[in-house]
């Protein structure tokens, strides 16, 4: 070994090691980034070892609900036609970076229709207006794309918020079908009975339930609330169950609360949209009962409209506040509640009644609870939708029937174990169907008792107040309470410390910067422009200024101001 080490050859190797050992380093990560998905690639894959065909399926879904749903399709296609099937999840993440990914490939497969197939000249004006829905109706780019059917190579996108699916459908990423065979405007066809007020209906209080055209559909209800852990806020002297949004700004939660980025989740700024059109309703109530004078009707709930806006921020910011993170996974909040890492978090209801089941005792008592506060939350859909250019339309098709029609359905909602139930574990969701609820069925279900129909006319979701500012909810929650959440939960304690010095609060809850003639405004034409460094601009601008706030804030009330 000594004589080796000595050889001519291995000290020139040893020498030379020795002299370049930063950019091997850096090489060997480089190879490591390269091939540690392969090496830590699970031993068995989840594709059959033969399959017929591929159905390739974008989610944001849980793995309960993915496995459920394959599992389930897969055995009644192969019970149907002898096909084995391979069913092909791509879970990029959530509602977000899936909206990134479609735009990332349609992009990318129209670029190569557009100058391969039709001999043009690709441009940045050609990336943009593409997938555009606000381009000219006679731009170039936009009427070949919806003319064309390239793909993303992905059959259907299942899941999210009905915001988001409606972002796609009017980009042109989904479609309809022939009208026939494949898509939704085909079911509609083969199955009329399925959509309508016995059915889906195409809205339920102001909330979409499905796309006129047939280019998206409601696979399930949906509706956010809070989750909570009653041993946790026992502990903290809490005696009551959370049951109002409002309960959350309490000081006795601070650093108890979790969070999901509403950056990162769609269902997350739907969640904080309700909340701030409760404020609003509540103050256009407020207006009604005591009309200043000489106002309209109209401009009483303008009014209320503005003030609501202000008064769900500052709840937002209160929320925020007592927030021990902001996960970028909104899966880890019920996760946190039920360990007690956590008093309460805010997250849909699949996600908290899951949790309350699973550490439900013998007795049928829990530790964890989920209420959806009445009034404050709407009952919206998860939706599902073909994708443009979809590989295979026949079986995305029979898919999105096999969802929509009664073994979907009963998947959703049965217990566990029920004739036409989950396999495994209980999903917790609420059918989409009206006609579905009957006495038989209801009994079946795991929430039967929960009457969402009935319970959706206690919220009517207004568009017109903050659908054109869903974009700037998801922007300002990020920049205000998100990227600031340092400074802002540091304040938030001095000002609790220091017995909430009414000056301190005033300044930390200083929102005039966002006010509602702002975010409709300036703000959301910013953001709706898709133009990056305008958009990196303005966060920076109002991330700096709310920080400054907060840091001034947190000095005044420890002086006692």
């Given at each position: 070994m000594k004589a080796l080490l000595q050889h001519p050859h291995t000290r020139a190797f040893v020498d030379w090691l020795h002299h370049w050992r930063k950019e091997v380093a850096v090489v060997l990560a480089m190879l490591l980034t390269l091939t540690g998905p392969f090496l830590l690639k699970p031993a068995q894959s989840t594709a059959p070892a033969h399959?017929?065909?591929?159905?390739?399926?974008?989610?944001?879904?849980?793995?309960?609900?993915?496995?459920?749903?394959?599992?389930?399709?897969?055995?009644?296609?192969?019970?149907?036609?002898?096909?084995?099937?391979?069913?092909?999840?791509?879970?990029?993440?959530?509602?977000?970076?899936?909206?990134?990914?479609?735009?990332?490939?349609?992009?990318?497969?129209?670029?190569?229709?557009?100058?391969?197939?039709?001999?043009?000249?690709?441009?940045?004006?050609?990336?943009?207006?593409?997938?555009?829905?606000?381009?000219?109706?006679?731009?170039?780019?936009?009427?070949?794309?919806?003319?064309?059917?390239?793909?993303?190579?992905?059959?259907?996108?299942?899941?999210?918020?009905?915001?988001?699916?409606?972002?796609?459908?009017?980009?042109?990423?989904?479609?309809?079908?022939?009208?026939?065979?494949?898509?939704?405007?085909?079911?509609?066809?083969?199955?009329?009975?399925?959509?309508?007020?016995?059915?889906?209906?195409?809205?339920?209080?102001?909330?979409?339930?499905?796309?006129?055209?047939?280019?998206?559909?409601?696979?399930?209800?949906?509706?956010?609330?809070?989750?909570?852990?009653?041993?946790?806020?026992?502990?903290?002297?809490?005696?009551?169950?959370?049951?109002?949004?409002?309960?959350?700004?309490?000081?006795?939660?601070?650093?108890?609360?979790?969070?999901?980025?509403?950056?990162?989740?769609?269902?997350?700024?739907?969640?904080?949209?309700?909340?701030?059109?409760?404020?609003?309703?509540?103050?256009?109530?407020?207006?009604?009962?005591?009309?200043?004078?000489?106002?309209?009707?109209?401009?009483?709930?303008?009014?209320?409209?503005?003030?609501?806006?202000?008064?769900?921020?500052?709840?937002?910011?209160?929320?925020?506040?007592?927030?021990?993170?902001?996960?970028?996974?909104?899966?880890?909040?019920?996760?946190?509640?039920?360990?007690?890492?956590?008093?309460?978090?805010?997250?849909?209801?699949?996600?908290?009644?899951?949790?309350?089941?699973?550490?439900?005792?013998?007795?049928g008592t829990s530790r964890v609870g989920f209420i959806a506060p009445l009034g404050g939350t709407s009952i919206s859909v998860d939706p599902i939708g073909l994708l443009r250019g979809a590989p295979d339309p026949e079986l995305a098709t029979a898919f999105i029937e096999f969802v929509l029609g009664e073994p979907g359905q009963k998947l959703w909602s049965f217990r566990s174990g029920e004739p036409g139930g989950p396999k495994q574990h209980a999903l917790r969701r609420l059918s989409a169907r009206r006609d579905l609820y009957t006495p038989e069925n209801t009994a079946r279900m795991s929430d039967g008792k929960e009457e969402p129909f009935e319970k959706a006319k206690a919220f009517t979701y207004h568009p017109e107040r903050t659908a054109s500012a869903f974009s700037a909810i998801r922007f300002l929650v990020r920049v205000i309470c998100v990227d600031s959440h340092d400074e802002l939960h540091a304040a938030w304690k001095d000002i609790i410390d220091n017995g909430m010095p009414e000056r301190a609060v005033k300044v930390l809850e200083d929102l005039t910067r966002v006010k509602y003639e702002a975010a409709t405004g300036n703000i959301s034409k910013i953001l709706s422009a898709r133009d990056k460094a305008q958009e990196t601009r303005l966060a920076r601008e109002l991330g700096d200024a709310f920080r400054t706030q907060f840091i001034r804030a947190g000095t005044m009330a420890r002086r006692g101001m």
């Open positions: 399959y017929d065909r591929r159905l390739v399926i974008i989610s944001p879904h849980h793995d309960r609900i993915r496995e459920e749903f394959g599992q389930a399709f897969a055995a009644h296609w192969k019970k149907n036609t002898g096909q084995t099937l391979f069913i092909d999840w791509r879970v990029p993440g959530g509602t977000s970076e899936i909206a990134m990914l479609i735009k990332s490939e349609a992009t990318a497969a129209f670029q190569q229709h557009w100058q391969r197939d039709l001999k043009k000249a690709w441009s940045p004006s050609v990336a943009q207006n593409c997938l555009n829905a606000k381009a000219p109706p006679d731009d170039e780019a936009r009427k070949a794309y919806l003319a064309s059917n390239v793909g993303t190579g992905m059959d259907v996108f299942f899941g999210g918020g009905a915001y988001d699916i409606e972002q796609q459908a009017k980009a042109g990423t989904l479609v309809a079908g022939d009208g026939e065979k494949t898509g939704i405007s085909g079911l509609m066809k083969k199955h009329p009975d399925w959509f309508g007020e016995k059915g889906i209906p195409e809205k339920l209080s102001g909330e979409p339930f499905r796309d006129s055209q047939g280019r998206w559909c409601g696979a399930c209800l949906s509706s956010s609330g809070i989750v909570f852990n009653r041993d946790v806020l026992r502990r903290l002297g809490i005696t009551a169950d959370p049951d109002s949004w409002d309960d959350l700004a309490d000081t006795r939660y601070y650093g108890q609360i979790a969070l999901s980025d509403p950056g990162k989740s769609g269902s997350v700024t739907k969640a904080l949209e309700m909340l701030i059109q409760q404020q609003m309703q509540i103050a256009i109530d407020r207006l009604k009962a005591n009309p200043p004078p000489k106002l309209t009707p109209e401009q009483i709930e303008a009014q209320g409209v503005a003030e609501g806006w202000n008064e769900g921020l500052r709840l937002i910011l209160r929320i925020s506040a007592n927030a021990r993170y902001f996960t970028d996974f909104s899966t880890k909040i019920p996760l946190e509640v039920a360990k007690g890492d956590a008093a309460a978090g805010m997250c849909i209801d699949f996600y908290g009644r899951s949790a309350e089941e699973d550490v439900r005792k013998a007795d």
